[in-house]
């Protein structure tokens, strides 16, 4: 499986990117963050079951995830983006999964990140 997250660039505070990750609908797909000198912190994830979706607090009302099985693609809508929002983007993915995935180990496979960066 391989993974590429798309979609990064540069964007002034309280503007919108959206995300792209290819993915099978086989696999539940969660999105990690990276700011420079920082742990990789869990974002947001969708089942590949029922397809439910999941967030972290601090993006909670901002960021959406969403998937096209039909074209298997999966996506983060980040609206409202904020400075604190500066981070590389991965998304990553393991078979069958379900729940909220928050861990590192919980994955599989993991692609390349997307910088995305907010700053006027």
């Known amino acids: 499986v391989q993974l590429q997250a798309s979609g990064g660039g540069l964007v002034q505070p309280g503007g919108s990117l959206r995300l792209s990750c290819a993915a099978s609908a086989f696999y539940a797909i969660g999105w990690f963050r990276q700011a420079p000198g920082k742990e990789r912190d869990w974002v947001s994830c969708?089942?590949?079951?029922?397809?439910?979706?999941y967030y972290a607090d601090s993006v909670k009302g901002r960021f959406t995830v969403s998937r096209d099985n039909a074209n298997n693609m999966v996506y983060l809508q980040m609206n409202n983006l904020k400075p604190e929002d500066t981070a590389v983007y991965y998304c990553?993915?393991?078979?069958?999964?379900?729940?909220?995935?928050?861990?590192?180990?919980?994955?599989?496979?993991w692609g390349q990140g997307t910088l995305v960066t907010v700053s006027s």
């Open positions: 990553a993915a393991v078979i069958g999964g379900w729940g909220p995935l928050k861990r590192l180990d919980q994955y599989d496979y």
């Open positions: 969708i089942s590949s079951t029922d397809g439910r979706t």
